[in-house]
Each structure stands twice: as structure tokens, then as C-alpha cells.
């Protein structure tokens, strides 16, 4: 199984990023799929979750600005991220749980400054 990340990269506060994970390989059941993100020194700390059901959960910091959203025919989670603020910049992380259990990207950096 592999986790493929895209659309990470340099944008200016206020700004606005689309981050995707597309899952490949022999997977059958996808539940939860998840985004999070880490700086150095710090914990890798929860973004946004969707259950398959498409049930989501946002931490408090970016709730109003970022949207997580899945397409299961495509084994693929999206990140829309809006009005980007510096504190935003990170890597980020996709993060699946299927019938192989946890699996993670390899992270993407997101950069927000001017």
C-alpha cells in the first residue's frame, strides 16, 4: 500500500493550497482518512479526519478555513486549505486506516509566508 501526497509548496498568507493523498495497492476497506501535520521539535498533531461516511473532524485552529473531503472510487483524500496563515506551515501528513491497518505518507511541506 502507498500513500501519495501532492500539491504541497509556497503560498503567501491568505492564501490558498489543495493538498491530495491518493491510495494505491491492495486495499479493500478504507474507514477513516486523515491529514496532520508536524513541525520541528513539536508533536504531529491532528488536522482534519473523514470517516467513510464523510463524517469530519477539524482541530480548532483551522476550522472555518479548511476543508477535508474523500472520493472513495478514487481511494483519494483532499485538503482544501483557505486564508492560510504562517502558523500553518508545516509538513503534512495523509494518514489511512483500512483492513491493513494504519499507513502513512511520506509528507508534503507547506510553506505560508510572504
Known amino acids: 500500500v502507498q500513500l501519495v501526497e501532492s500539491g504541497g509548496g509556497l503560498a503567501q498568507p491568505g492564501g490558498s493550497l489543495r493538498l491530495s493523498c491518493a491510495v494505491s495497492g491492495s486495499i479493500s476497506a478504507i474507514s477513516v482518512m486523515g491529514w496532520y501535520r508536524q513541525t520541528p521539535g513539536k508533536q504531529r498533531e491532528s488536522v482534519a479526519v473523514i470517516t467513510r461516511n464523510t463524517g469530519t473532524v477539524y482541530a480548532d485552529s483551522v476550522k472555518g478555513r479548511f476543508t477535508i473531503s474523500r472520493d472513495n472510487a478514487k481511494n483519494t483524500v483532499y485538503l482544501q486549505m483557505n486564508s492560510l496563515k504562517p502558523e500553518d506551515t508545516a509538513v503534512y501528513y495523509c494518514?489511512?486506516?483500512?483492513?491493513?491497518?494504519?499507513?502513512w505518507g511520506q509528507g508534503t511541506q507547506v510553506t505560508v509566508s510572504s
Open positions: 494518514n489511512v486506516i483500512s483492513n491493513l491497518g494504519n499507513t
